[in-house]
Each structure stands twice: as C-alpha cells, then as structure tokens.
C-alpha cells in the first residue's frame, strides 16, 4: 500500500465537515458516544494527518474532532495577522457550528498547542481540559533556523526533495533513520499548501503568556529527544503548573518532536490516561 492509499484508508472513516468560514473538519467515532468530544490540533505546515497514527486508538471511545487548521491543509486562510490569535478566532466560531455548545477537551501539537490555549480562553466554559504536545511559543527555540535547510525557490525536484528529508529528519524526528514513506509524503504534501506562518509565534512567548490567564487542567508531552524543547522539561514543567499546580509533564522515551506519530504505541496510552483525570481546575 502506498503512503497516499494508506492514508486515504484512515480519512475514509471519517464524516468531512465545511464551516461557513471554509474551515475544514473531520469527525471520526461513533454518532452515539455520549462521551465528551476530543478535539486535536495539528502542527505548522500541517493538516490532520499529524495524528494520522493515532485517530483509530483515540476514536474508540469518544467522538474525534480533528480540523484543519485556518491557512493550512484544506482549510480556508484566516484574516489578517494569519497568527495563532486569527486561527484561535477562527476555530472558535468552527467550535460553535460543529459542537453547538457542548463540552469537549483539547490537545494541541506544536504550533496547534498555541492555538488550543488560545481557544481554551475563548471558549472556557467548554474547554475541559487541555494537552500540550510538544508545543511551540514557550520562548524555547532559539536559533533553530540554523539547522534547517531552505527549500522555496529550489526548481529542481530533487534538490527540493533533499531539503525537505533532511528538514524533516532534524526537526520532526529524533534522527533522520525514522523517516519513513509515509511520514515523507506527508511533510512534502503539506508544506506546499501552508498559508500561515506559524514559525514567528512558535519562536516567541505567546503560549508562555497565555497560560497565565487559563483556569483548567493543563498537562504536557514531549519527546525526550525534541530539539525543540533542548532538554528544558523542567523549565516547561514549572511553567506548565504556574498556570495549574498539578500539571504533569510525561516525556515519552524514543521520540523526537512529532511524538505521536514516531512513539505511536505509547502516545496513545498517555493521552487519554491524561485526559481521564478528574483534577480540578485550580486546586492547590
């Protein structure tokens, strides 16, 4: 099976909605589940196949809402700034038409961490809880442009495609070993349709600032070998419980930033043990 057919076999099980502002999201689970809702937000340059490696485990026992984030993937591209603070808006509206009020939790990867706290605080009677995944805008990474190799503008196909394997390999990965077919034809296939620079608010502090104002549980995980975080997990652990106090971070071994989908297995036993907490919002 080849990586396009392998990944039309997950989307196929899925219900495909449009909002009117042509956010694009897809359900997966049953129509009976009297479950809360799980919303999970992709990262930059991504759509919802981020969490393509996890949608059949998570989707068991709860409805499963995954949008394609404004100005990425299929989705329409958000207003001006085209920052986390216009895609937040925009999904919070999606959030109204899709959910019509009912209570869900939240987990965001990277760029989508900024988002979904974004969202939490527009919509806090709603948001239950809320997982960051590997999350960028923690003022964290510094100086990572100068690893990555840059690819607009290069005409030849290989030499894009040269680019794009080794950026892969040194930000999404824990090493360039785990680049498989389908992990490559997903980064080549969404970066070409990003319409939002989501690198700007990864680099700076707007997570950072946001937690500061969030009244829910809030948790973390990350890959002990994202370099991304640089070996900081006890810095964003004392971030994470200035905002809640009982905040756990929960590092899973063997994976690099995109945890979920190189440390599958185990990503999709930690989140929902997170989420199936009953802490209270704000309890010492």
């Given at each position: ?161 040269a680019a794009h394997r080794h950026?892969?390999?040194a930000l999404m990965l824990s ?11 997903l980064y080549m296939r969404d ?94």
């Open positions: 099976m080849t990586p396009a057919e392998s990944l039309a076999q997950v989307e196929k099980r899925a219900r495909r909605f449009e909002t009117t502002d042509g956010t694009v999201w897809r359900r997966w689970g049953s129509d009976g589940s009297r479950a809360a809702p799980l919303l999970l937000l992709h990262g930059g340059a991504g759509s919802w196949a981020h969490w393509v490696r996890n949608i059949d485990a998570l989707a068991a026992g709860r409805p499963l809402w995954i949008p394609d984030l404004p100005g990425l993937g299929e989705s329409a591209t958000p207003p001006a700034p085209r920052d986390h603070t216009a895609v937040a808006d925009v999904l919070a509206r999606g959030v109204d038409e899709m959910l019509a009020g009912a209570a869900f939790d939240l987990a965001g990867f990277s760029f989508g961490g900024i988002v979904a706290a974004f969202l939490a605080g527009l919509r806090p009677l709603q948001a239950r809880r809320l997982v960051l995944v590997g999350a960028g805008g923690l003022g964290l990474r510094k100086g990572e442009a100068k690893f990555l190799k840059p690819w607009l503008g290069l005409k030849d196909a290989a030499k894009r495609e950026n892969l390999g090493t360039p070993e785990r680049i498989d077919p389908l992990a490559m034809h970066i070409f349709r990003a319409r939002v620079n989501s690198a700007k608010s990864s680099r700076a502090e707007p997570l950072k600032q946001r937690l500061e104002s969030l009244r829910l549980p809030i948790d973390g995980i990350w890959g002990r070998l994202d370099i991304t975080a640089r070996g900081k997990f006890d810095e964003i652990h004392a971030l994470l419980r200035g905002a809640f106090p009982q905040a756990r971070l929960k590092i899973i071994e063997g994976a690099g930033h995109w945890v979920q989908y190189e440390q599958a297995a185990a990503f999709n036993t930690v989140l929902p043990e997170l989420l199936a907490d009953h802490r209270i919002s704000g309890a010492p």
